[in-house]
């Protein structure tokens, strides 16, 4: 089936530094990445989403760019804050229902 | 608005029992999906049910079974219960299950398997 491979799985950055996340796909139908965030014990949350027809999305410190060439889309959070710190998911849906998901990436950031 | 609601919050059974979780969606939306997440998996896709059908499925066995009521909730059921069927299951909602649809997810109930 679709596989998404998420880089790094886990991410240590000072507060105030950026920080990025790479994910990869193998559908070439895909046409919808959605960036989840889930701190610990709660539900995850969608902080940001990409559609197929657009290259780059921004909203406030975090970014989402995405490249259909060579499957891969990436998180981008600027200006990081101890309230960064969660899990983050990525996953991609396109040309079946069915949503895969990245593994994950626990992001520390260090006051 | 209410979002998706998930009980119980949790659960502990033994082996070879069955169990049975409830989602009750936001408002609205028709689409429900079932998901499991573990340390060792991650979150993987159980099914998806729109208007008391399902529609989508996941790889997993017949033992996980759910379906959905025409108010959109959807219950899940696990039979026979193995110690590898503990983990986190999540629903999530959406309006019609478009694939380019926002996904939004229940707290999940945490089920531990004795």
């Known amino acids: 089936g679709e596989n998404v491979e998420q880089h790094p799985s886990t991410l240590s950055v000072q507060e105030g530094d950026s920080a990025v996340i790479k994910c990869t796909y193998s559908d070439s139908a895909s046409n919808y990445f959605p960036w989840y965030k889930q701190e610990l014990g709660k539900r995850p949350q969608l902080i940001i989403d990409i559609r197929s027809n657009v290259g780059e999305k921004k909203d406030q410190r975090i970014a989402v760019t995405l490249n259909k060439t060579a499957k891969h889309f990436s998180l981008h959070i600027t200006e990081t804050q101890p309230e960064d710190s969660a899990v983050y998911f990525c996953a991609q849906r396109g040309g079946s229902y069915i949503p895969t998901f990245g593994r994950g990436t626990s992001l520390i950031v260090h006051p | 608005k209410a979002g998706v609601t998930q009980t119980p919050r949790y659960l502990i059974k033994t082996r070879g029992q069955q169990v049975t979780l409830s989602c009750s969606p936001i408002s609205g939306h028709r689409s429900v999906s079932w998901y499991q997440q573990t340390p060792g998996q991650g979150l993987q896709f159980l099914f998806e049910?729109?208007?008391?059908?399902?529609?989508n499925k996941g790889n997993f066995p017949g033992r996980f079974s759910g379906r959905q009521f025409s108010n959109s909730r959807s219950e899940m059921n696990v039979s026979t219960l193995e110690l590898g069927d503990s983990a986190l299951y999540l629903c999530?909602?959406?309006?019609?299950?478009?694939?380019?649809?926002?996904?939004?997810f229940g707290s999940g109930t945490q089920l531990s398997v004795l």
């Open positions: 049910y729109f208007s008391e059908t399902q529609r």
């Open positions: 999530a909602s959406s309006l019609s299950g478009a694939t380019n649809e926002k996904l939004f």
